[in-house]
C-alpha cells in the first residue's frame, strides 16, 4: 500500500496504550506535558511572523 502524503507537519503520541495524532502549528510552540509517566496534555502555543 502507498504511503499517503501529507501536507501538514504532524505529531504521534502514545501513551498508556492509546495513539493520537495532531497537525503541528505552521509558527509556534508544541509542548507535550507528562504526569506519572502518561501523557496529561499537548499545549499549542501559536505565533505568526509579524
Known amino acids: 500500500m502507498p504511503m499517503k ?3 501538514m ?5 502514545v ?3 492509546q ?3 495532531t497537525e503541528l ?3 509556534g510552540v508544541t509542548s507535550i506535558i507528562t504526569h506519572q509517566n502518561k501523557v496529561k496534555r499537548v499545549k499549542f502555543d ?3 511572523d509579524f
Open 5 to 7: 502524503e501529507f501536507d
Open 9 to 13: 507537519p504532524f505529531v504521534i503520541v
Open 15 to 17: 501513551s498508556d496504550g
Open 46 to 48: 501559536e505565533g505568526e
Open 25 to 27: 502549528p505552521a509558527y
Open 19 to 21: 495513539a493520537k495524532s
